[in-house]
C-alpha cells in the first residue's frame, strides 16, 4: 500500500518497509549504471564513425540533390577533378622535386668526366637507371668544364649548365635542356628513368664530346 510518496509492505508480524521516492530513485541509477547493461553497446570508437558516416552521407545527400544529374553527376565530377589531379602531377611531380630543384648538380667532391661516366655505366649495367641517368649527367657538364666550355662552379644546378652550355653549343641547346629536366625528374621529382632515358642522355654525351663548339666574344 503507498501512503504519502511512501511504499508499504505489509507481512504477517514483519515491520513494514518504506522507501522514499528519491532513494528508490538512486538505487535504480546505481543498478542500470552496472556495466552488465551496456555491454552490448557500441564503444566510442564506433560511436564516433557512426556520427562521421552519418555526416559523409547527410552531406553527400545534399551535393547530390543540388548537382544536375544528382548522384551520377556528382560521380562524374568527382572523377574529373582525380583525372586533372592526376595529369597535374604527372606533369609537374611531386612537390618536392619543386623544393630542392635547385639543389647543386654535384654533390660529393670534384670527380673527372671519366670517372662519372665509369659510374654511370656501372649503374646502367645493374639496373639502377636513376643513378646511371644521374651520373651520365654529371659526366656531360664535367666534360664541359673540362673543354673549358663551362667555367668550373660550385652549387651549379643542372638547368643553369645547360642554359650556360648553349650558348657555345646552340645546336645542342635543345638536347641540353632535355637531359637537365631529366635530371631534376629522376634526382627530385619523384620519377623513375629507364633504359631509353639513359640511351638517350649518353648519345647526348657521346655526341657533345665530338662537337666543335662556337666562340662567342666574352665582351658585350
Known sequence: MSTGGLI???????????TGREAAREAAERELAKPVYHQDEPGLL????DRFWEWLGDIFDRASGATPGGGLGLLAIALLVILA????????GTPRRAARSAAALFDEGPRSAADH??????HAAAGRWNEAVQERMRAVV???????????RPGRTADEAAAEAARSLPAHADGLRAAARTFDDVTYGGRTAGPDTYARLRTLDLTLDHTKPILTDPTP
Request: glycine share 4%.
Open 142 to 152: 664535367r666534360s664541359l668544364e673540362e673543354r673549358t666550355l663551362l667555367d668550373p
Open 85 to 92: 589531379a592526376a595529369a597535374l602531377w604527372w606533369r609537374l
Open 117 to 122: 661516366r665509369t659510374a654511370a655505366e656501372a
Open 46 to 49: 564506433q560511436r564516433a564513425l
Open 8 to 18: 508499504t509492505i505489509a507481512g504477517g508480524d514483519t515491520p513494514p518497509l518504506t
